[in-house]
């Protein structure tokens, strides 16, 4: 098993990995941040907090100053508040891995130097940590697709497919 990588969450990909009962991926990171508002926004979602112990999630404050980054962030990028807020606790945490699946929060964080990574991405990780055996995760991807209330298109879920598919 690889070194596990601590990350931080915005709200999309905990909401969706667990409507399709994947919330064990986030087993793939050491720690997993997630901010007020992020908890905020799970507790509007009537989300299970059983999973935050058992996966290893934090909530953390920002600080004034990355609160102001934060509403920055909304202004300036168009972001939602959770999206905003996850990103200013990447940076003042000095956390690369930022969780989301968002577009326009995936560009935003490229530009401030930080990796996104979305549901399809845990998913693939988790195949490759042996949480899911090929066909578990072919069928878990087809549910994101499926159950998931986000958009993604078919091609993008059919290069994970092939992705997983060809992974020796």
């Not at 907090?49 to 999630?57: E, P």
Request: hydrophobic residues 45%; without cysteine.
């Amino acid at each position: 098993m690889a070194n596990k990588e601590t990350a931080v969450s915005d709200t999309g990909p905990i909401l969706h990995l667990s409507s399709i009962d994947s919330i064990s991926t986030f087993s793939v990171f050491s720690k997993v941040f997630v901010s007020e508002i992020v908890l905020f926004e799970l507790k509007q979602n009537d989300f299970n907090f059983y999973f935050f112990k058992k996966y290893n999630f934090t909530k953390l404050f920002l600080n004034p100053d990355f609160r102001r980054k934060s509403k920055l962030f909304l202004l300036e990028y168009g972001l939602h508040l959770g999206e905003s807020s996850t990103l200013a606790l990447a940076l003042q945490e000095k956390i690369e891995l930022f969780l989301t699946d968002d577009l326009d929060a995936r560009e935003t964080a490229k530009r401030l130097g930080l990796t996104p990574v979305g549901s399809i991405g845990i998913l693939v990780r988790a195949f490759r940590e042996k949480i899911y055996s090929k066909q578990e995760t072919v069928q878990k991807l087809l549910d994101l697709k499926q159950k998931a209330n986000f958009f993604v298109t078919d091609s993008l879920i059919q290069k994970a497919i092939l992705i997983v598919e060809n992974f020796n």
